[in-house]
Nanobody, 115 residues
């Protein structure tokens, strides 16, 4: 069983920064990719950023230049540094890992950006 625990969400003013963390534990063998998605009220879940085992990263156009994804392999932890936050970034942020063709999700952490 794989367990993902996210932290770092909260309330911030527009222009501010937050750093999300997600630690994977349990039956971790070889993580292929780690990623962050988000879901705003009344909207579908959308991908935000991902990082592969080799360190390749990719971002949604809406967050390019503002968000940075990174990982600590030794700690099985993925981070999302979010700068220059906008009210439209308000959402529940979910981390996901892909391991041996299976996806595992965290419980989500709320990010609220006030204008």
């Amino acid at each position: 069983q794989v367990r993902l625990v996210e932290s770092g969400g909260g309330l911030v003013q527009a222009g501010g920064s937050l750093r999300l963390s997600c630690e994977a534990s349990g039956s971790i063998s070889s993580i292929d990719a780690m990623s962050w998605d988000r879901q705003a009220p009344g909207k579908q879940r959308e991908p935000v950023a991902y990082i592969t085992d080799s360190g390749y990263t990719n971002y949604a156009d809406s967050v390019k230049g503002r968000f940075t994804i990174s990982r600590d392999k030794a700690k099985n932890t993925v981070y999302l540094q979010m700068n220059s936050l906008k009210p439209e970034d308000t959402a529940v942020y979910y981390c996901k890992i892909t391991q041996q063709f299976q996806d595992y999700w965290g419980q989500g952490t709320q990010v609220t950006v006030s204008s």
